[in-house]
Structures are given as structure tokens and as C-alpha cells.
């Protein structure tokens, strides 16, 4: 053989090999140029033969009769841009007259086969411009973030899409959430990125952990406070009511609404509100919402009362005060007593891991995407942190959160533990945590052994 040959043989060998064992390292030095290569040279017959066509213009008809020229083929949508990612392609395109959204978004099964990619979405830019998303592989079963994302305050990346695009959770854009799954399907791994999100922030942590605290206390250096029982927590969420009643006070005070005070300038928030002024806002995460709702004899029960109607005067109240509401769950239902629909309504962030019901996946998506339950029910049990995440728009994502261990949250909260804000009204429930261990120093250096 030729040492053209050779390299070839080699070069084919280490693509295979790359493809295998390392598909996003595949992507970077072959598959994008072949990938973009097969989208141009196949694009007019792919959009033909799937229908994303349309007939050509009267005039032209009539242009081409006059000249006596065969008929004018079917026009496709206009190629606007084609961008490279680390994980596929970016395709924006021009609709035609006559067509729709709804076309390109009923085809991207037939447009992945098509174009050979791991897969297609579609999303309109704007009126006529639709951008098509191809992944080249699958970058939800072996995730990783990129290198550079775009945390915002009180915005924070915690998953990536299956479209390879950053998944945030926008604590400004989407206040509250409710995140469901059932045991081993990747909850905790979610809640732990977003305690590492949150605390490089300026943001006040506040965990109600029923499970004795095994899941949210060994962070504690990060948080300003924390409940492990249903009766620290009634106590608890009684306190932040009383502290949005006194944020809500400043704010009254500091609106001062007069005919020369602009538009602009008249509080309506926290985030209206001067820098040197504004109150810390507060996320509050509830590890087992459940716990919170379940009661054994009357006195449980008048607990549970009290807890759920904080919750839902928080849910409803609280965004203009900066209190954030992260409730988790494996099981979220109607089941769980009255007010638990109330508390859901107000729940704009929807995230469902693997769930053992589909009971489970329609309360969470139930009221605002049938597919989206359809998805959840489906996540196989073998891919833990794969879950759909969705909103009240109705528009629903598959994602999975990198895997981020219990030391691994634990050493970013400590490293950022002199971050942790001291709210005078939380200070009852600020978590007692000792200083950390020292090093051990031997008091004796142990001699070699000789023969």
C-alpha cells in the first residue's frame, strides 16, 4: 500500500474510533464538515420530498409559457444562515409565501432521517424566519456544559437541552417551579446544580429538608436557613411571610409616586428598587413537599393547613418581593389535600424526572402540554437526570443535568460560604455548623524500616 493509503486507512480508523468512544470529539473534526456538506447538496430534494415546497408564482408560469421554457420547479424556503455548534448545525430559513411554522414543525422526524442527524428542532425567530436546530449525536448521554455559558443574577445554567442549547433556570422570567421524580431518577443531581448556581450569587438559600436533612444540610455553610421537620418548617415559612410583608413595606415607602417622578423610576419590585436599598432575594427550596402535606390526627392536620397556605402566599405573593419557591417532589396530587391545586396554579416552572404515574406527569404538564406528559411517561429507567422540563407557554425541552456529586456541591458551597446573607427573621433557623476540620499533622514522623 501507498502511504497515501496508509494515512487514509488511519484517518478513517481514528474517525470510527472517535465516533465510538468520543462522539462530541467526532463532531469537532469531522462530522461537522460532512454533516454541513450533506445539508447543502441535499436540501432542495430533502424540503421536495417532505413537503416544505411551494409552487412557483403565476408570473413565472406565464414568464416561461411566453418563452415557450419548461415549467418552473417548486420554489423551497431560502437559506438565510448555516452555523456550526459544538453539537450540530444552526439552520435559519426564509419561508415562502403560502407557508407556515407549523409545516417545518410537523417535519423534523423526516427531516432528521433526511439530513442523517441525531436530531431536528424547530423554533420561528420570527414572522416567516424559522431556525432549524440538528444535533449530530446524542448530548444528553454524556453531558457536558460548555466551557462558557451566560449566567445572569438570579439566572442559572443547569442542564443542557437535547438540542445541545444551555438549559436556565431564570429565577426572574420563571418565579417559581415544581420539580417531580421518583426515587433514583436524577432529582437530587438537578437540586444539587442548582444549590452550585446559586451560590457564587447574592442570594439567600433557604432548605426545608423533612427527609432528617440528609440532602440539603450537608450544604449548610451556604444556607441562611434550614428546616429538617414539618414543625420548623410551619415556623419557617411563617417567618418569610412576615419578611415579604416587610419587604412589601419598604418598597410602599420607597415608591414615592409624584407627577415628576418618571415611568421608570417607580418601584414596583425588589428590582426597582435603588442597589443600596434593594433586599436580598430568597430561594427557598422544599426537598419533599409531601411531608409537608401528609397528617396523621387533628393536630397534624391544622400544621399541615398552616404550612400549605404560607406556601401558596408565597407563591402568589412573593416574586415582587424576591422570594423564589422551588418545590420538589416524587409525587404531586390532588391527593395531598386541598390547596395543593392552588399551590400547582402558581407553579410556572415544570420539571418531571422519571415518575412512577402518570398521574404524577399530568399534574405537572398535564395543564399545559398533553405531549409533554407523553414524554415524561416515557424516560427510560436506566437514564437517570434525563427529565422534560416546561412552561405555561406550553413549549416543553428534554434535558439532563451534569452529574454533580454530594462533595462536589458541598465544596462550592463552602467555598462561597462568606456569601451567605444573615436575615435578621431568619436567624432562629440559621443552621449551626461547625468550623471545618484541620488537617491532621502526625505528632511523629515514622522511621523507615530497614532490613
Given amino acids: 500500500m501507498t502511504a497515501f493509503t ?18 462530541a470529539w467526532y463532531w469537532l473534526t469531522f462530522g461537522v464538515t460532512l454533516a454541513a456538506l450533506r ?3 441535499r436540501y432542495a430534494s430533502v424540503m421536495d420530498a417532505c413537503g416544505l415546497t411551494v409552487p412557483p408564482s403565476r408570473w413565472r408560469l406565464a414568464l416561461a409559457r411566453i418563452a415557450d421554457r419548461p415549467a418552473p420547479d417548486s420554489r423551497v424556503p431560502r437559506i438565510l444562515r448555516l452555523r456550526p455548534t459544538r453539537t ?17 414543525a410537523a417535519a423534523p422526524d423526516r427531516l432528521r432521517h433526511s439530513f442523517s442527524m441525531y436530531g431536528v428542532t424547530s423554533r420561528e425567530v420570527r414572522s416567516g424566519v424559522v431556525e432549524l436546530r440538528m444535533t449530530g449525536y446524542d448530548v444528553l448521554k454524556r453531558v457536558q456544559m460548555p466551557a462558557k455559558t451566560d449566567p445572569r443574577p438570579m439566572r ?26 421518583a426515587t433514583e431518577s436524577g432529582k437530587s443531581v438537578y437540586q444539587r446544580n442548582l444549590v452550585a448556581g446559586l451560590a457564587p450569587m447574592d442570594v439567600a438559600l433557604v432548605g426545608i429538608d423533612c427527609k432528617q436533612g440528609v440532602e440539603l444540610f450537608p450544604l ?37 409616586i409624584s407627577v415628576a417622578v418618571p415611568d421608570a423610576d417607580i418601584a414596583a419590585d425588589i428590582w426597582d428598587l435603588p442597589e443600596e436599598l434593594r433586599p436580598v432575594p430568597v430561594v427557598v427550596l422544599v426537598d419533599e413537599v409531601a411531608e409537608l402535606a401528609l ?16 406556601l401558596v402566599r408565597l407563591a402568589q405573593l412573593g416574586r415582587a418581593a424576591g422570594i423564589y419557591l422551588e418545590i420538589c417532589g416524587q409525587r404531586f396530587g390532588s391527593e395531598l389535600g386541598k390547596g395543593i391545586t392552588m399551590l400547582r396554579a402558581q407553579l410556572t416552572g415544570r420539571t418531571a424526572h422519571r415518575v412512577n404515574d402518570e398521574t404524577s406527569a399530568n399534574m405537572a404538564f398535564g395543564d399545559i402540554s398533553p ?3 407523553l414524554a415524561a411517561i416515557q424516560i427510560p429507567a436506566e437514564l ?32 462561597h460560604a462568606d456569601r451567605t446573607p444573615a436575615l435578621p427573621v431568619l436567624e432562629p433557623f440559621r443552621p449551626a455548623v461547625a468550623a471545618p476540620p484541620a488537617p491532621r499533622v502526625p505528632l511523629s514522623k515514622a522511621a523507615p524500616v530497614t532490613a
Fill in 88 to 104: 450540530g448545525l444552526v439552520l435559519r430559513l426564509k419561508l415562502r409565501p403560502g407557508q407556515d411554522a407549523f409545516d417545518v
Fill in 220 to 256: 449548610a455553610r451556604r444556607f441562611s436557613a434550614l428546616a429538617d421537620n414539618p414543625d420548623t418548617a410551619a415556623e419557617l415559612l411563617d417567618a418569610l411571610v412576615d419578611h415579604m410583608q416587610g419587604v412589601y413595606q419598604l418598597i410602599r415607602a420607597e415608591q414615592r
Fill in 6 to 23: 496508509v494515512a487514509l486507512v488511519l484517518v478513517v480508523a481514528a474517525a470510527g474510533l472517535l465516533r465510538w468512544r468520543r462522539p
Fill in 156 to 181: 442559572v445554567p443547569v442542564a443542557l437541552r437535547e438540542d445541545g442549547s444551555v438549559h436556565y433556570r431564570d429565577y426572574r422570567a420563571v418565579p417559581h417551579a415544581l420539580t417531580l421524580g
Fill in 39 to 41: 445539508v447543502l447538496i
Fill in 295 to 310: 397528617f396523621a390526627n387533628k393536630e397534624e392536620e391544622k400544621r399541615r393547613d398552616r404550612i400549605i397556605t404560607a
Fill in 384 to 415: 437517570r437526570g434525563v427529565a422534560i422540563a416546561g412552561d405555561s407557554t406550553g413549549g416543553w425541552h428534554r434535558i439532563r443535568a451534569p452529574h454533580t456529586s454530594l462533595r462536589q456541591a458541598v465544596n462550592v458551597c463552602n467555598k
Fill in 371 to 373: 405531549d409533554a406528559v
